[in-house]
Every structure is written in structure tokens, then in C-alpha cells.
């Protein structure tokens, strides 16, 4: 069975940092192209990021561009959100989001909540 | 930049049709995916590319995708339907969303 769970959401005071893990089961990460998506207080969904499943391409959305990275460890399995100068309007629940073929997301994480305060 | 167009709100009987669209200049060109969410959950994929159910999504959820207009269709629409759903393509390696849709059941 396929499963996200994700960690790392906190409060964080404006200009900090945050790193979001996203532990992949029932299937091996490194196949697969990888996402971020986050959702604003009451707003909709908001893609961020995109890792290929070659792990070498990496893709950012304009407003967060600079100030994150997204990256795997293969040996655990798990994908990373590295998060730096972050700001108020990054405040979200953060969603990891397995894409299937590279083009539709077949499944999500959990979400977890990422607070700039 | 790349934008979906989404109504804020389609309402619908019960067991009455729903239509929700996505609209761009042809978007009949992209594969148009559709995820459900309902309030503190996370996303679910409903349709992929264009008009393809997953496993375990009701046959009463359908899509099309022609010209300038992608539409998920859901008959005999349920209580347990009411949710936000969200048109997604992808432009240039970016996934763009819809602004979404909340789906009201009367």
C-alpha cells in the first residue's frame, strides 16, 4: 500500500528555516517524480516544487524560487522540503504528492502545517 | 502566467447532475486532472487525463476536456460529493491549479 507521512511542520518566526520530510512507503521514491503542493488559510492549492524521478531536475514555483530546495535520500526513502527566509505568506499546510507517469498526482501526504510567525 | 478558471461554487440537487468546468484558452490541448477535497483532508486524485477514473472512484464521476473547456461531470450526486475540486494541468513543467470549486449537495 502506498503511503506519505509527512513531519517537520512548526511556528517559525519570519527570516527562519524549516526542513518537511515526507517518508515514502509501498513504493521506491526514486522512481518517481515527486511534489510539493501547499494550501494557503482558506485558499486553494498552491504547487511549489517538483523533483524528477531522476533526481537531477528540479523545479520551483516563481514565489518560492531561492528560498527552498527540494531533494530525496534514497536510503531512507523519504523526500525533503528545505525551506529558508521564510515569510508570512508562506504560511500553509504543506502537502508531498507522488506523481504518477510525471503528470497526474495519484497520491498525497497527510499534510502538515507551516506557520511564519 | 498559466491561469485555470474554476466557478467559486456550483450547487446541485440531490441525485441531480453536477458540472463543474475548468476554462483556459484551449485547454482541450492538456491532460486535465481533477482532485476532490473535503475540509481537513488532503487532495484525491478523481479524474486523470481528461475523462480516466482510479480505482475505486464511483462511475457517477466522469470527465471531458474540448476547446477552451474541461468539465467533471458527477451524477446522482450525493450528500457525501460535497467538497472543493480543483482542475490541474501541467504548462511548461509547472503544475498549475484551479482556483477550485466548493461543490454544495441540496
Known amino acids: 500500500e502506498v503511503q506519505l507521512l509527512q513531519s517537520g511542520g512548526a511556528l517559525v518566526q519570519p527570516g527562519g528555516s524549516l526542513r518537511l520530510s515526507c517518508a515514502a512507503s509501498?513504493?521506491?521514491?526514486?522512481?518517481?517524480?515527486m511534489s510539493w503542493v501547499r494550501q494557503g488559510p482558506g485558499k486553494g492549492l498552491e504547487w511549489v516544487s517538483s523533483?524528477?524521478?531522476?533526481?537531477?531536475?528540479?523545479y520551483y514555483a516563481d514565489s518560492v524560487k531561492g528560498r527552498f530546495t527540494i531533494s530525496r535520500d534514497n536510503s531512507k526513502n523519504t523526500l525533503y522540503l528545505e525551506m529558508n527566509s521564510l515569510r508570512a505568506g508562506d504560511t500553509a499546510v504543506y502537502y508531498c504528492?507522488?506523481?504518477?507517469?510525471?503528470?497526474?498526482?495519484?497520491?498525497w501526504g497527510q499534510g502538515t502545517l507551516v506557520t511564519v510567525s | 502566467s498559466y491561469e485555470l478558471t474554476q466557478p467559486l461554487s456550483v450547487s446541485v440537487a440531490l441525485g441531480q447532475t453536477a458540472r463543474l468546468t475548468c476554462e483556459r484558452n484551449?485547454?482541450?490541448?492538456?491532460?486535465v486532472h481533477w482532485y476532490q477535497q473535503k475540509p481537513g483532508q488532503a487532495p484525491f486524485l478523481v479524474i486523470y487525463r481528461d475523462n480516466k477514473r482510479p480505482s475505486g472512484i464511483p462511475e457517477r464521476f466522469s470527465g471531458s476536456n474540448s476547446g477552451n473547456t474541461a468539465t467533471l461531470t458527477i451524477s446522482r450526486a450525493e450528500v457525501a460529493d460535497e467538497a472543493d475540486f480543483y482542475c490541474?494541468?501541467?504548462?511548461?513543467?509547472?503544475?498549475?491549479f484551479g482556483g477550485g470549486t466548493k461543490l454544495t449537495v441540496l
Open positions: 509501498g513504493f521506491t521514491l526514486e522512481n518517481y517524480a
Open positions: 504528492a507522488k506523481e504518477a507517469f510525471g503528470d497526474y498526482f495519484d497520491y
Open positions: 523533483l524528477s524521478s531522476s533526481g537531477v531536475a528540479t
Open positions: 484551449q485547454i482541450g490541448s492538456k491532460n
Open positions: 490541474q494541468v501541467w504548462d511548461s513543467s509547472t503544475a498549475v
